[in-house]
């Protein structure tokens, strides 16, 4: 058995900084880091001490090369940072002994419609859904639950293939763009749902996610944070943790919180939940068994607030205690450029004010130059061009130079040539 500790990780999320920031959390934490994976990016294979190449779609596969590996090393955790992975995670968890979850709440957690399904019975917390295959059900769904709604995949994320239903006739091409979309050679989350859709009643009022972990039947809240979304594609444009909310309304949403990480039976995981607050009290959006994307776990929240968030994923998965003490009260947020044509993308311009900043942080860019974008609904990930990184003291000034940044930074984008 090779030296020391080692952390299993299943794949690693899309951005290259979320990659590297969740390897270095292993290593501080003084884990050796194993791996099975679709594809690793060269220069992150240093960091590594054994590589897999597995389509952690064939599970059955994943399971094996996972229990090879734990017979080469001392596997002590098995780390979720992808949505897709987060019901394989749970099974080669368990297999090896180690903290999991139940592979049934894993799944509940993968499928917008289990999930809602099983919180249904909470008064006023889910709106009004229904499951949808054909035009038929979409029709009838839209009949019960009533206009406007949304329909979108059950099984996807990052905002891929929401659809507002404002009247009649927005059902059909949302259907034909839905069912164009949710095939696995769009995108590979389909290989698990496919074109199984939820439509549900579309909640108005302000969105925040809840960053935590859950840990033996412990729910423990990191912090909560403010989302801003695009009309009408709902990408998620900013985010500032933590929330300016009052004090009695964040308890109100830990409660919440608690109420449903518990009732769905997650456990042993770091959680991202989304909830809308509307006059009537909190419309539950979804929650991941997984820590949060878009910057927020690996940059956010430690920036403002000190708390090792991947830090703490590395303790979950492997049974140490958490450490959530904040050691910092500063304000963070993250705003993303917003490509507003089709088209090459040529370079950024305009940066140099945000960078001058004394509350400016990082500047990521989130496609390669040269990329063709295309805008919602032909592609969900290509109009965040870039994510701009900011923290401060001050919650005002902070979304200040978010949305003064936002206006002066600007992707230069270039005819893309047609092929005669
Ligand atoms: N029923 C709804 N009412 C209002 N907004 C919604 C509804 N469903 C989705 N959205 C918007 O779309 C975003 C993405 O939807 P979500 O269900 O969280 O899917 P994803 O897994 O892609 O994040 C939400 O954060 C929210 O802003
Ligand atoms: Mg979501």
Same mark, same amino acid.
């Given at each position: 058995m090779a030296d020391g500790p080692a952390v299993l990780f299943v794949n690693l999320r899309r951005t290259r900084r979320e990659q590297l920031e969740s390897l270095l959390a292993a290593r501080r934490l003084g884990y050796g880091i194993v791996m099975l994976a679709a594809r690793v990016p060269d220069h992150l294979r #240093?960091?590594?001490k054994e590589l897999v190449i597995v389509d952690s779609f064939d599970g059955d596969r994943a399971r094996a090369a996972a229990r090879t590996l734990a017979t080469r090393h001392d596997i002590r955790g098995v780390a979720s940072w992808t949505e897709s992975d987060v019901e394989l995670v749970a099974s080669i968890a368990d297999m090896l002994g180690l903290p999991s979850m139940p592979v049934a709440a894993a799944r509940k957690a993968r499928n917008k419609f289990a999930m809602k399904q099983a919180l249904? *019975?909470?008064?006023?917390?889910?709106p009004r859904f229904a499951l949808v295959r054909t035009g038929d059900e979409l029709a009838s769904a839209v009949e019960s639950i009533g206009l406007p709604a949304v329909v979108k995949p059950t099984g996807a994320s990052g905002s891929t293939g929401i659809f507002e239903l *404002?009247? #009649?006739?927005d059902l059909a091409p949302a259907l034909a763009h839905l069912k164009r979309i949710a095939r696995p050679e769009f995108d590979s989350v389909f290989r698990y749902f496919g074109a199984e859709l939820i439509v549900e009643e579309l909640v108005a009022g302000p969105e925040v996610s809840v960053e935590g972990f859950v840990c033996g039947g412990r729910v423990l809240v990191a912090g909560i944070t403010d989302k801003w979304t695009t009309d009408p594609f709902h990408l998620e444009y900013q985010h500032v943790? #933590?929330? $300016?909310?009052?004090a009695e309304v964040r308890a109100a949403i830990d409660r919440m919180t608690g109420q449903v990480v518990l009732t769905l039976g997650l456990d042993n995981c770091a959680f991202h939940l989304e909830t809308k607050i509307t006059p009537d009290g909190f419309r539950f959006m979804e929650v991941g068994a997984r820590a949060a994307g878009d910057y927020i776990a690996s940059h956010l929240v430690p920036a403002a607030s000190g708390i090792d968030f991947y830090g703490n994923v590395i303790r979950v998965a492997t049974g140490q205690p958490l450490?959530?003490?904040?050691k910092e009260q500063l304000y963070a947020g993250v705003r993303y450029v917003l490509a507003g044509r089709p088209g090459r993308l040529e370079r950024l311009a305009g940066m140099e004010g945000a960078m001058e900043h004394p509350a400016f942080h990082h500047l990521f860019l989130e496609v390669p130059l040269g990329t063709e974008i295309k805008l919602p609904p032909d592609?969900? $990930?290509?109009?965040?061009?870039a994510a701009l990184i900011a923290r401060d003291s001050d919650y005002q000034a902070l979304t200040d130079l978010l949305d003064e940044a936002a206006s002066s930074v600007r992707p230069l984008i270039g005819e893309v040539s047609v092929p005669v």
């Open positions: #240093p960091l590594l249904s *019975h909470i008064d006023g917390l889910v *404002h009247g #009649p006739a943790f #933590p929330t $300016r909310l009052p450490e959530l003490t904040p592609s969900f $990930r290509l109009q965040r061009v």
